[in-house]
């Protein structure tokens, strides 16, 4: 921008690419939780993953984490490729940040009094 003052211009370029973040956020909210839930699991933890070839390329498969903590779903979820869809207990839903965390994960809801569907 000519004759702009560069704080302006650097404050211009930050709402433009908040703008974009947003959006991009909207589209494909799995993919930027992947590369957080990645980096998270890389740095702050020393993930090793063994029998990564166990896990079939396509089709269905049931991975169960031990939940010796409630981070073991999350590091599965950033140690595979494929989409994990999660069983969650229903009330968690109901929760502000966490259920629009969990719609967004498209995690499934799972209730024992709801019955059978």
Not at 32 to 44: E, M, P
């Amino acid at each position: 921008m000519a004759g702009a003052d560069a704080r302006l211009t650097f404050l211009g370029v930050s709402f433009v690419l908040l703008g974009c973040f947003v959006w991009a956020l909207t589209l494909v909210p799995e993919a930027f939780f992947r590369f957080i839930l990645l980096g998270l699991a890389h740095t702050i933890y020393r993930v090793r993953v063994q029998g990564r070839s166990n896990v079939p390329s396509e089709g269905g498969a049931l991975l169960v984490p031990n939940h010796v903590s409630f981070a073991d779903g999350l590091f599965l979820y950033a140690s595979t490729d494929r989409p994990i869809r999660f069983v969650i207990y229903a009330p968690y839903f109901d929760k502000p940040i966490l259920g629009w965390f969990l719609r967004a994960m498209k995690a499934i809801p799972i209730s024992p009094a709801a019955g059978r569907r």
